[in-house]
């Protein structure tokens, strides 16, 4: 079956560390998405890639970089790791209907 | 600005009632609005999208409708089981060019045996 999958599931790291996180989607979905989920803020869009080679801003992308070098993957870096930034973070892919897929979530705390 | 409300915030209900979940948005112009649940420590599973011209969607014992000319969607959960106890959210999409979509706070539903 088709899916969408997150590496790695939990991370602890240090202030001031890179970090990246991985997500794979077997879909061949053209539209992909990170959030992050914080108790009290709900989801947040981090950022998301229409295709190969294009990314954009969501709300929060400060502190946050994707690359898109091809249709499966969407790495999120966090250049420097801050501890505002320990959270859940969700990957998405989206099918041409519309409809939203979710990855199971990676779990990164920054001590 | 587009604001997605989800009121109760949580329920617990005995197993085999029906239930319904409400959800309300701001602005009426969506594109279309997605159901998810939610269990602890996972991702969201996507229930059903409603697109903004369709005015419900059924998939086995869930139905979900959709009026916008009153910012309401609900959830309507047939027969409900213990295995449904989950948060539920909902999601609206504003615009076929717009990707910020918004997201409901959640209902965590409690289903009592």
């Known amino acids: 079956d088709a899916e969408i999958t997150q590496s790695p599931r939990h991370k602890i790291t240090e202030t001031g560390r890179q970090v990246t996180l991985a997500c794979h989607q077997t879909w061949n979905h053209n539209n992909m998405f990170w959030y992050r989920q914080d108790l009290g803020h709900g989801l947040r869009l981090i950022h998301y890639?229409?295709?190969?080679?294009?990314?954009n801003k969501g709300e929060v992308s400060d502190g946050y970089s994707v690359s898109r070098s091809n249709t499966e993957d969407l790495p999120l870096t966090l250049e420097s790791a801050a501890s505002s930034q320990t959270s859940v973070y969700f990957c998405a892919s989206r099918q041409n209907t519309g409809e939203l897929f979710f990855g199971e979530g990676s779990r990164l705390t920054v001590l | 600005k587009q604001e997605v409300t989800q009121i109760p915030a949580a329920l617990s209900v005995p197993e085999g009632e029906n239930l319904v979940l409400n959800c309300s948005f701001t602005d009426s112009a969506i594109y279309n609005l997605q159901w998810f649940r939610q269990d602890p420590g996972k991702g969201l599973t996507s229930l059903l999208l409603i697109q903004s011209s369709q005015r419900e969607q059924t998939s086995g014992r869930l139905n979900a409708s959709l009026d916008k000319s009153s910012g309401r969607s609900t959830l309507y959960i047939a027969a409900s089981q213990p295995g449904d106890s989950a948060t539920y959210l909902c999601?609206?999409?504003?615009?076929?060019?717009?990707?910020?979509?918004?997201f409901g706070k959640g209902t965590r539903l409690h289903i009592l045996p």
């Open positions: 890639s229409y295709g190969v080679q294009d990314t």
């Open positions: 999601a609206v999409r504003p615009g076929s060019r717009d990707d910020k979509i918004i």
